[in-house]
């Protein structure tokens, strides 16, 4: 008999900084399109990313994966985040806007790549910005 499969999410918090600029465009048409989002001084949030891992039970440990793991990777992704200005701070937004919906896919592919065994999917995750708005992403679904 198969060891049951089972969904634990975990969640870390953490605040950056931000500015929403596409250097293609005029600064009027920034404005247009981003409002305050594309204020030259940027500006905060306080974030919230939780992880879905599915994975089969041990038989011998009745979990799915240690929370310890867990914890260590959502910190690793998100340390360099982590009261730091995204677009300057962290490589990979210096040419990519660091929108809540391109930090979720970018959140999504580093926990993917880092997972600590092949045996526990990553289903989604989902990333609060501020507590009244969230992208989740789950390009398996």
Known sequence: ???????IARKIYFSSGH???NPRFSEEENKKLFGKA?????????FILEVYLNG???ADSGIVINLIE???????VTDP???HFINTDVPFFKDVI????????????????????KNIKLL????YEGEFMWVDYAPSL
């Open 1 to 7: 008999m198969s060891a049951p499969e089972v969904t």
């Open 19 to 21: 500015r929403y600029y």
């Open 38 to 46: 594309y204020s030259v001084n940027g500006y905060g949030h306080n």
């Open 56 to 58: 089969p039970v041990n």
């Open 70 to 76: 867990i914890d260590n990777l959502l910190k690793k």
């Open 81 to 83: 985040f982590d009261h």
């Open 98 to 117: 660091p929108t809540t919906e391109n930090m979720a896919v970018y959140f999504y592919n580093k926990i993917r790549e880092n997972l600590p065994s």
């Open 124 to 127: 989604k995750i989902r990333l």
